[in-house]
């Protein structure tokens, strides 16, 4: 791999991150592959590229700036400070130029000089530049590189959040039939079978069989995942991932609700919260979002708590806005399991039925998923959780947690594997941090994480299992 | 009337002219950028988060933001303290240049004075900075452009000028208020006949022009972005984020 290797935390300690060289070109051929005429259709794009393109790309542009505040602002303002160059992971693992943050954004401010300014119609002086081929493709390129994580947006002086910028440029993309068939894929699925695996659902049903056989085997207690259970009082929307890659984590699930004795359920219509809308266009977004609603309302059940799940828990917080109110359902909306967990324990839920010791074996320490710390305020809770059931807890640098944390690398629509050397050189900032905290578990409450996590921890060298806050919860709970 | 008479009643009446359009430029460039932002909607809730939950918690947060450049702190400290002072002596000396449009001065104003020499060279030091900056830090050197330099040349140039007119090339103080308030009353008359001032006021009228149409207008758009000005109120019940153009729930 081309990558620098060499490490940038240099003295995490003392906050000291230390970038890279420039390397012009370093990450430019690293793209996803294109979009299949058979996902985009059934998702409502176009097959293939449209005639006039162009025209129809700078009106779909136009139209952006009309109904996004965020866009037209965001494309003025920037000046140019340079203080967001070295915040990208994606910069920092491959020293590309195009990602720093601020030349992302650029791409696209350069086509809106030409289109949309006086000055950009006029001349070169300007920094203006043709939607063109060649725009194009460095469009596709550098807005696929990009996790939307927004940690940019967090040293900008006005907060300029180029996961908007790259948001709105997909969704011009997308407009004119171009699009990466990973998300396309996902979100056709998602349509199909109801979640991003294309899990059918006879085999969501055979698996919570089984969980429930192997879990009944190791504990001795009839612990449930009941699926489609109507008028049960929650419906978990996990992501379905839980249910194949992380089973801990739907353990998890399961006991803590056993433990309260709480009547949950998931759905087969719709056993997913990872909403790959958010990284295609609007239209799809909300589409899939309102699957949630459509499954809650089906099984008439009092509230939704949405599972570990970074951009499921982006698209919650835009339910309402998105979908319609949620009043017909029990507040808060929306509602994270980290959320719950945390109400029960200040309630005195588990007291006395919490042995930390159980998790003695590990030094934990936390990855705050993008989205959960820097869309959806959920900072405070996932470490009141860990806190509370391991005995052996451990923060990483300062300037890599919390709102300042990495993204894992794969965000975004990302977690394909043509993109491995982008996801591996942004996964970087994220390994060295937990080599520097010596923790042998990294717990997060994201699915892309916990994919993403242990292949990047593997690749720099670090020795950690992966897994979510709910399985260390589990096991320190006493059934 | 002899040639050189005829030559400055013509750059008299160029002044002027270019002075009220430089005026218009701003006024009303400003103002229909800024209605831009203010009539364009933000679809869905885009505040990055930890964020305030009520609307006043938002308010002090751009407040905060326009103030001490808290994110520009946790950037690059050095970029900070640079960035802060220059846009400090800024405002000193944009204040104390009310000197020139208000009759009487008031005494806030006037008391300035002492001060504002020291203000005129620190801005000029900052703009130095900033722009050594730009060419000294490779990852600056990349992203900047020509407006970049350009901005700073301006600015620059206005600023030794305009230090230059007040404490070394005297101008008549009395001739330039003359030359303003008679703009402003709309009863213009000829600007103080001083090359140099003259320099400093060309540089200005192509700041006023420039201002709107270029990344000089964070000034304006730093209380538009969604990112910071909104709270982060997801969770009260009864309340919800309203996408003026889409209300539908998405069928
Ligand atoms: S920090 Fe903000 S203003 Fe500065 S270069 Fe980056 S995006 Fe532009
Ligand atoms: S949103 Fe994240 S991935 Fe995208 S440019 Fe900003 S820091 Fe990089």
Known sequence: MKFDETPIVKDPAKEGLSPPNIRENASAAVRCYPSKPKDTQAIGLPGERVPNWQEKGIAKFAELLEKNKALRVYMDICVRCGACTDKCQFYLGTGDPQNFPVMRAELMRKVYRRYFTPAGRANTLSEAADFDEEMLEKWYTYFYQCSECRRCSVFCPYGIDTAEITMAAREIMASIGVSTKYVTEVVAKVYERGNNLGIPPAAWKDNCEFLEQDVEEETGKPIRFPVDDYGADILLVPPSADNFANVDTMIGYGKLFYALGIRWTTSTYCNEGGNFGLFLNYQNLKKVNKRIIDAARMLNVKTIIWGECGHAWRGAILTPTLNGPMDMFDPPYPYHISQFIVKMIRQGAFEGRIDKSANDDYIVTYHDPCNTARAGQLLDEPREILRYCVNHFIEMPRNTIREKTFCCGAGGGLLTDELMPIRMAGGKPRAMAVKHTGANYLATICAICKAQLPESMHYWDVPVKVGGTIDLFARALLL | ?251
């Open chain 2, 1 to 251: 009337m002899d040639t050189s008479s005829v030559l400055w009643t013509l750059i008299s009446i160029f002044y002027i002219g270019l002075s009220y359009f430089a005026a218009l430029c701003l006024i009303f460039g400003l103002l229909s950028k800024l209605y831009g932002y203010l009539r364009t909607p933000m679809p869905w809730p885009e505040v990055v988060t930890p964020a305030p939950e009520t609307e006043g918690g938002a308010i002090m947060r751009v407040v905060g933001d326009v103030l001490i450049f808290p994110n520009l702190f946790k950037a690059d400290k050095y970029l900070w303290a640079g960035a802060w002072v220059f846009h400090i002596a800024l405002a000193a000396i944009l204040f104390r240049h009310l000197r020139y449009f208000t009759y009487p001065v008031p005494s806030l104003v006037l008391s300035m004075e002492t001060v504002a020499l020291f203000f005129g060279y620190l801005f000029g030091v900052t703009i130095l900075y900033l722009f050594w900056r730009r060419l000294a830090l490779p990852r600056s050197l990349y992203i900047s452009n020509i407006p970049d330099y350009f901005a700073l040349v301006l600015l620059g140039g206005i600023a030794a000028s305009g230090i230059l007119v007040s404490y070394w090339l005297h101008v008549n103080i009395v001739d330039v208020k003359a030359y303003i308030l008679g703009l402003m009353t709309l009863r213009p008359t000829p600007p103080p006949a001083h090359p140099l001032f003259l320099v400093h006021l060309t540089l200005v009228l192509i700041l006023m022009i420039y201002f709107p149409f270029s990344k000089l207008l964070h000034a304006g758009g730093i209380f538009f972005s969604p990112a910071r000005n909104q709270p982060y109120q997801i969770q009260n019940p009864g309340h919800r984020y309203i996408n003026p153009w889409d209300q539908s729930v998405g069928d």
